[in-house]
């Protein structure tokens, strides 16, 4: 393993590329820190300290920013309005024939998809900034915090022309973030926009840890990371299993020369859905929250009784529906994705285009319905593993009063693992090519 490493360093393409991409990731955690113009950056430290942690949806960006939409940085929004946007335009292939045209032109359309998936970045940047300096100037950033005089005062000056210059640097802040993951894409190693996102909740891991040290003991953060070393393996384990279905293709005579003949297989991942359905999830779950938010009552007056229920049961992670709503959103967002995403019938007309055809099944329909059999059966498992997953942040918070960005559960986890097994699978890649022993066995 160590010699792998050192043959990593020793070898002038990849140590060039490693070096870029650390290089672009120091910058990208430097910008998490600069404050956006107007930011009255001490009330934001001060707010900051006497936060216990945020809930719902702003858990989620601040998760995915590395800690900077609290920070209010002018890389505040992080790389959440590119995910957004990608999710939506993959989504859009199935009600927009000319989207799904596009991604079946190969290359071209999907550089096209790319170029729309660029501007729609930018629009939801615009709405997202907005909405963020919004709350900030309400005093609602930081609810545990709501009544201190510091934590209404966040924006030093709440002009027109101080507003429209905040929300201009936090949108150019979320351009130059994917930019900078395009640039590691093209010039580095790995994905770029993953490898941002796996450094922002990465280095989320030491303040969360130590918190819990803070609050429970040192024997509470051994125990933690016992079992996230356990989690971790686990996920790791069901994150590489996959049902492998068999293919077959006929031998053909094109000319002189013979294609096809050939053995290979369909893997079918148990986890195909990803992290999707944990964000969908989250997001969803908070939307009562955010209704029962602009329906506070007057001071003095009591509030309604469904504002009362829903902040009772279905804002804070420990409440037994809470966590019973969000396991059920999270298998039925995982069929959701998965059907969108693997169309059986697809892929049994490419195969019969080619030749293929599984043993003892016949080409065409009944193909198209074995896969969906296989595929529904297989996705039980899995979304009932990102069910589990997903509630292990809210456990942590009822056993050790972590915040729900826990960092062994939740999506955190999954990409944690997910990210760092494709970029090693790269850095393989890139050894064997060389003729190297690469770092996988």
């Not at 770029?192 to 429970?216: D, E, H, N, R, Y």
């Not at 942040?393 to 990409?415: H, K, V, Y």
Request: some cysteine.
């Amino acid at each position: 393993m160590f010699g792998a490493i050192m043959r990593i360093f020793r070898t002038p393409d990849l140590r060039r590329k490693i070096g870029f991409t650390l290089g672009i990731i120091a910058l990208f955690r430097l910008g998490s820190f600069i404050p956006t113009p107007f930011i009255d950056y001490v009330n934001v430290q001060t707010c900051l300290g006497q936060n216990s942690g945020t809930t719902g949806l702003y858990d989620l960006v601040n998760l995915f920013s590395g800690g900077a939409l609290l920070q209010l940085s002018i890389f505040a929004l992080g790389i959440m309005p590119y995910i957004t946007a990608s999710i939506i335009v993959q989504l859009l292939r199935v009600v927009i024939p000319h989207f799904d045209t596009l991604y079946k032109e190969g290359q071209a359309g999907q550089a096209k998809l790319t170029q729309y998936t660029r501007y729609l970045t930018i629009g939801l940047a615009i709405l997202q900034s907005t909405t963020l300096i919004t709350v900030a100037r309400s005093g609602a950033l930081f609810p545990s915090s709501t009544g201190t005089p510091e934590c209404s005062q966040l924006i030093s000056n709440d002009s027109w022309y101080a507003i429209l210059l905040m929300v201009i640097t936090m949108t150019a802040g979320t351009g130059l973030i994917m930019w900078m993951g395009e640039l590691i894409t093209e010039r580095g190693i790995g994905n770029g926009m993953s490898l941002l996102i796996f450094i922002s909740i990465a280095a989320q891991f030491p303040t969360a840890l130590w918190g819990i040290q803070v609050a429970k003991g040192f024997e509470a953060f051994l125990l933690v990371l016992v079992i996230g070393l356990i989690i971790m393996t686990l996920v790791v384990f069901v994150e590489q299993s996959q049902r492998r279905v068999p293919v077959q293709y006929a031998k053909r005579m094109v000319g002189r020369r013979t294609y096809g003949g050939n053995n290979t297989y369909i893997p079918i991942k148990v986890n195909m859905a990803g992290v999707i359905p944990v964000i969908f999830a989250s997001s969803l779950l908070y939307l009562p929250a955010l209704v029962a938010q602009f329906n506070q009552p007057q001071p003095g007056e009591a509030p309604a009784a469904w504002v009362s229920w829903i902040t009772d049961n279905l804002r804070s992670g420990d409440s037994a529906l809470y966590m019973l709503v969000y396991f059920l959103l999270n298998i039925g967002f995982t069929y959701f994705y998965v059907a969108i995403t693997f169309n059986p019938e697809e892929v049994a007309d490419n195969m019969k285009k080619y030749g293929g055809f599984i043993p003892g099944i016949r080409a065409g329909r009944p193909t198209a319905e074995y896969l969906d059999y296989v595929l529904t059966r297989i996705t039980l498992p899995g979304s009932l593993y990102l069910g589990i997953v997903a509630l292990i942040p809210l456990f942590a918070l009822s056993w050790f009063g972590a915040n729900q960005n826990f960092p062994f559960g939740g999506a955190s986890i999954l990409i944690i693992v997910g990210v760092g097994l494709e970029t090693v699978k790269q850095i393989d890649a890139q050894l064997q090519q060389r003729h190297y022993e690469g770092l996988l066995r």
